[in-house]
């Protein structure tokens, strides 16, 4: 590749997520033109309390995104977020229930998402399982740990009024028309934008996505990297599963199911890419956003969830195909 | 700001800044229909959509749309929308938030969660949407945060089963009662409601198993119900299982042990395997709820409210015994095979 090209790639790269999300509310508005000759259902859409709706409804995919861009860029995967949330739902909620303060179950939600994490990249390195069939095993455990700490049951936490502020994490008022779970969202983005763009680490997360055994024979420390790569993702699978409780209430075993399919999904969408070494904060957080619109989209234009549903897989395909159609070209 | 429904399609450079300098500000535009010939939209939100019984519930809400439409008072749209997974708590939140925004003109809503569901119904209190609770309750004050509770009585599904199982021992005998899993309301009251009353009107009927539980899934019932066989089947007469797949599981365990017939059984809920066994004799009632009658009322009470109508604070949607002998009655066959096509032929 020249350089030119290598600059139009980067640039182009980091336009796709929006690109895709102006196919969308294009797609979003010409079907409104021409199933009812109008805007009706389009200008519903735009409206700016809805978009915030949507914004709020996106966070917790978002939070995950974040955590799976950073597992993506370094060339792995991990599937352990759905069950890894519902597990900290869980933790969460008994920590409440017994009588401990939201900040003491914030922290055990956290340390709930890191340890399921460190696991995962612990088994990765020590056995040398790739993170597909390892993080896949994960799922089915974090899963029955959830269960099994609840005994199958939804853990309620008692008095819904009283001062758990756990459960205003997500749609408490935070920074002026801005909620709580949108703030975090933010400050949570910036930090991992900042921690992979100006820190060595960083920089190693991108190396060893990119090409390992050169990583390795540069001297990188690839496993210990990748440990605290799945750690740091970990938690903020944790974040994801506080703002879960949040919606919820409850402690809930089998909430979150599928909802890792959900998180790769924004970051494929966002410019990921499954073979490592690329994607991008920002484009995460687009294609988080463009998933959460969708949903939204579909309910007000009263299309059915199964349409709905192939809609999506279509548009994660067609984001991918693209991608991949124009920079081979112009390589 | 209002909007002509019948813009023509065109894509001419004047016409779509028009439509794009509309657009911007349409922001805040509210409510924008005559209230005269105003269509209620009413969004009903069910459970999940691919079961059985929701098919069902789809068909009660079109069968009132449909009815409400042809009295001509008022237009009527329902918008059928579940979550996306089956039984997402979080998903269903996230509908009941959105069609708030959207200001839909009523919400019936069947709750996954009956406190997660409190805040987003609140909010739709606040935005002056009405909301009426059907299937399962919720822990909110009817009156103030929803319009009105549509249900089947359950504790009273309970008494009839008790009653048909006293009937078909002949008032005598030793029974058992296998319950559903822990924590669910619905069945919890059945479970009561059969207890009560076979203590108060069948004093001879010994209840020698009353703790065990089936679990959630049909093949967990059936392993619970052959363990339950293997230690009871020389002595207990009677059985009542307090739902679909408990009484599911028990009808495989009573004829893998060839006991089917022999054990009197009253079960909960039609699926066609339970009904068929009824049609055979091997299950000696069948005690049903009427889902289609449940989204039906739903509708119509939400409908009622919008209008000004008082509510009561809860809507029975009636239980009724199908046995062998009435079950191929038209109206038995209405609740537990019902023809679903004729409303639901999209």
New interface residues.
Partial sequence: MTPGAVRFARIYRALLPFLSLAVVLLVFLLVDLFTNGGMRNFIKVMNPENLMLVANQNVIIALGALGMTLVIINGGIDLSPGSSIALSTVVIALCLKSGFSSSVALLAGLGTGASIGLLNGAIITRFKIVPFIATLGMMSIARGMAKLLSSEQKINVPDPNSEIWLKDMLYGEGLGPFSNGMVTLVVLALALWAVLKYTVFGRYVFAIGSNETAARLCGLRVDGQKVLVYMLAGLFFGAAAVMEFSTLGNGDPSTAIGKELDIIAAVVIGGGSLSGGKGSVLGSLVGAYIISLLRNGCVLYDIPNPVQEIVTGVIIVAAVTIDQLLLRRRS | MK???????SFSPGFLSL?LS??LF??C?GKQDDPLEKTLRIAVIPKG?THEFWKMVHAGAIKAERELNSAGAQKVEI?W??P??E????QQ???V???V??GVDGIVLAPL?K??L??PVREAAARKVPVVIFDSGLDAEVGKDFATYVATDNYRGGVLGAKRLGEVLGGKGKAILLRY???SESTMQRENGFLDTMKKEFPDIELISTDQRAG?TEEQAYRKSQNLLTRFKDEVNGIFCPNESAAAGMLGALRQAGLNGKIKFVGFDASEKLVQALGKGDIDGLVLQNPINMAYLGVRSVIDHINGKKLDDYVDTGVQVATPENMNTPQMKELHSPDLSKWLDN
């Fill in positions: 909007l002509p429904d019948t813009a023509p399609a439509l509309l657009l349409s922001g535009g959509t918008i929308k579940g996306l997974k039984d997402n708590t979080e939140i996230n509908l938030r959105t069609f925004l959207q969660d406190t997660a409190v805040s899993q822990v924590g959630a």
